[in-house]
């Protein structure tokens, strides 16, 4: 009970770690743009690393979708050496992928097959490197006795997927910048799923070849993006159920590590060689 309410304290106090609101601290100065919106859209993309979202067509989805990567990008403004751009909107049929690390997918509870262009287009992004964190966003319903996966199913169910599992204990991920062993959300219960750990040698030379080792996918129920919304203020925008402002701390620090490892690959497990590396420069 102590220590719950010591972090309570602590995380009244997180608002202020943030950086001024966009009205205070100046806001993002837009490139010049050329008149092609192809081009105006790479220039955009490329000046700065941005954190991406596929937009739905549903506005609500689409304007929690911005409010959500633009929370979780001033925290790591704040709290990380990177200075993320404000989040981009992309259009997954007609915009190019490649400038983005990372694409969160909020999926519609309609979702369609995406057509053979995008399938080509979605499965070429992921095997460049690329990690798109899918959020089915329906952890209430299921905990409540609702089904799950089935837009999901749906919208992906062509795409060359690999094995996939719960984040196993002591991955990467659990430790690219916070210790952590769960990644709530605005809800809490859903497992994080990714790719599963390679089977043998050559197929981890091969991925960490491919992604230096990163999951070219993630699926989550929780609904990231709600717990990571912020106001213009730097205040929540959504509740989030059941642990509060303790469950929201740990959502933004889900998101920090989920971004530390898509951009850093396998940094954090490389590091258990150091001591033979060292002892082998040492001979």
């Given at each position: 009970?102590?220590?719950?309410?010591?972090?309570?304290?602590?995380?009244?106090?997180?608002?202020?770690?943030?950086?001024?609101?966009?009205?205070?601290?100046?806001?993002?100065?837009?490139?010049?743009?050329?008149?092609?919106?192809?081009?105006?859209?790479?220039?955009?993309?490329?000046?700065?690393?941005?954190?991406?979202?596929?937009?739905?067509?549903?506005?609500?989805?689409?304007?929690?979708?911005?409010?959500?990567?633009?929370?979780?990008?001033?925290?790591?403004?704040?709290?990380?050496?990177?200075?993320?751009?404000?989040?981009?909107?992309?259009?997954?049929?007609?915009?190019?992928?490649?400038?983005?690390?990372?694409?969160?997918?909020?999926?519609?509870?309609?979702?369609?097959?995406?057509?053979?262009?995008?399938?080509?287009?979605?499965?070429?992004?992921?095997?460049?490197?690329?990690?798109?964190?899918?959020?089915?966003?329906?952890?209430?319903?299921?905990?409540?006795?609702?089904?799950?996966?089935?837009?999901?199913?749906?919208?992906i169910g062509q795409l060359d997927i690999p094995p996939l599992e719960p984040v196993p204990e002591n991955h990467v991920l659990?430790?690219?910048?916070?210790?952590?062993?769960?990644?709530?959300?605005?809800?809490?219960?859903?497992?994080?799923?990714?790719?599963?750990?390679?089977?043998?040698?050559?197929?981890?030379?091969?991925?960490?070849?491919?992604?230096?080792?990163?999951?070219?996918?993630?699926?989550?129920?929780?609904?990231?993006?709600?717990?990571?919304?912020?106001?213009?203020?730097?205040?929540?925008?959504?509740?989030?159920?059941?642990?509060?402002?303790?469950?929201?701390?740990?959502?933004?620090?889900?998101?920090?590590?989920?971004?530390?490892?898509?951009?850093?690959?396998?940094?954090?497990?490389?590091?258990?060689?150091?001591?033979?590396?060292?002892?082998?420069?040492?001979?």
């Amino acid at each position: 009970m102590a220590t719950a309410a010591a972090i309570a304290f602590v995380l009244a106090l997180v608002p202020l770690a943030l950086p001024a609101p966009a009205s205070a601290a100046g806001a993002e100065r837009a490139p010049e743009t050329t008149g092609n919106p192809a081009d105006d859209f790479a220039l955009q993309a490329s000046t700065k690393t941005r954190l991406a979202y596929v937009l739905t067509g549903d506005a609500e989805i689409d304007r929690t979708s911005e409010e959500g990567l633009g929370g979780l990008s001033k925290v790591l403004r704040a709290r990380t050496a990177l200075e993320p751009g404000a989040p981009m909107g992309v259009d997954i049929e007609s915009d190019e992928l490649s400038f983005f690390p990372i694409l969160y997918w909020p999926v519609r509870e309609d979702s369609e097959p995406m057509s053979d262009k995008t399938l080509a287009k979605v499965d070429a992004y992921m095997k460049q490197g690329g990690m798109i964190i899918f959020d089915t966003r329906d952890q209430e319903r299921v905990a409540y006795g609702g089904t799950q996966g089935k837009a999901l199913t749906r919208l992906i169910g062509q795409l060359d997927i690999p094995p996939l599992e719960p984040v196993p204990e002591n991955h990467v991920l659990t430790k690219s910048f916070y210790l952590m062993n769960s990644f709530p959300g605005r809800w809490d219960g859903g497992s994080l799923w990714l790719e599963a750990e390679p089977a043998d040698e050559a197929e981890r030379s091969e991925r960490s070849r491919r992604t230096d080792g990163v999951s070219s996918l993630v699926i989550t129920s929780n609904d990231l993006a709600s717990a990571w919304a912020l106001d213009e203020a730097n205040r929540p925008i959504y509740p989030v159920v059941p642990g509060g402002e303790v469950q929201r701390e740990m959502a933004f620090r889900a998101g920090v590590n989920l971004v530390m490892y898509a951009l850093t690959g396998n940094y954090k497990a490389d590091q258990v060689h150091v001591p033979a590396l060292l002892e082998r420069l040492g001979q």
